[in-house]
T-cell receptor
């Protein structure tokens, strides 16, 4: 089945230790999104890629970076995680042709110790 | 005031009951998503609609563009329907996804 996959599902990192979260998709969608969701809050868009074009949200901290080496993969790098970065990180994809429905991955829950 | 408002915020139902969750929005939109999120889990897209009505199994979603209102109905509710239901719209100045506050549904056996 075509889908959005995130790895790992659970990630524990230490304060200040860089961490990378991974997202892959088999939908061949040209748009990929990264959201941060803290407990009992709505997802917050961090950035998105339209093909190779990177679009950063104005209030996304510099601590958060992203890479998209090809259509299928997108990575979220947190350079120096703080305790406040503990959250669920959601990857989503959409196509720009026809329906723009977003398909979400299962998320990676990040714990910072 | 949020651009996307949902009601109720919390809902408890008995198994088998008919459930309605409402969503109102204040911006112009191109489409509306209904999403489901189980506690601690990822998000599943239930529907995306821009007009009329869609049905999938026991779930029905309707939208009234003129009234800027959408409803999600669950027929014959089941404990496995217990989750947060989120209304999200593509709209506003940026045409990005704007999320509602979510409705926490608990269906008791």
């Amino acid at each position: 089945d075509a889908m959005v996959i995130q790895n790992p599902r659970y990630q524990v990192t230490q304060f200040g230790k860089p961490v990378t979260l991974s997202c892959s998709q088999t939908l061949n969608h040209n748009v990929m999104y990264w959201y941060q969701q803290k407990s009992s809050q709505a997802p917050k868009l961090l950035f998105h890629y339209y093909d190779k074009d990177f679009n950063n949200e104005a209030d996304t901290p510099d601590n958060f970076q992203s890479r998209r080496p090809n259509t299928s993969f997108c990575f979220l790098d947190i350079r120096s995680p703080g305790l406040g970065d503990a959250a669920m990180y959601l990857c989503a994809t959409s196509s720009t042709g026809g329906s723009r429905e977003q398909y979400f991955g299962p998320g990676t829950r990040l714990t910072v110790t | 005031k949020n651009e996307v408002e949902q009601s109720p915020q919390n809902l408890t139902a008995q198994e088998g009951e008919f459930i309605t969750i409402n969503c109102s929005y204040s911006v112009g939109i191109s489409a509306l998503h209904w999403l489901q999120q189980h506690p601690g889990g990822g998000i599943v897209s239930l529907f995306m609609l821009s007009s009329g009505k869609k049905k999938h199994g026991r779930l029905i979603a309707t939208i009234n563009i003129q009234e800027k209102h959408s409803s999600l109905h669950i027929t014959a509710s089941h404990p496995r329907d217990s989750a947060v239901y989120i209304c999200a719209v593509y709209g506003g100045a940026t045409n990005k996804l704007i999320f509602g506050t979510g409705t926490l549904l608990a269906v008791q056996p």
